[in-house]
């Protein structure tokens, strides 16, 4: 019984440790700016649907900011 009831307790544990940092949109408190790899990607494809910039550029931004070596990864 002790054995199992570790076993949970130390599942749950982990499961709560390992949050994901992107689970939700999160902005700079003064700034404003997108602080995560979700609120960058949506502040991007709203400026994309209001045609403040073209579709390449928009795909570069993403790719430098939230790519395989993005700097909002993790933030």
Not at 8 to 28: H, Q, R, W
Not at 41 to 47: G, H, T
Request: glycine share 10%; proline share 4%.
């Amino acid at each position: 019984m002790t054995k199992k009831y570790f076993s949970i307790v130390f599942g749950l544990t982990a499961m709560i440790g390992c949050s994901d940092p992107n689970s939700k949109p999160e902005y700079g408190d003064e700034s404003g700016l997108p602080k995560n790899c979700r609120a960058y990607i949506q502040e991007s494809v709203n400026a994309w649907r209001n045609g403040v910039h073209s579709t390449e550029d928009t795909m570069d931004a993403i790719e430098r900011n939230c790519g395989v070596y993005g700097d909002l990864w993790g933030e």
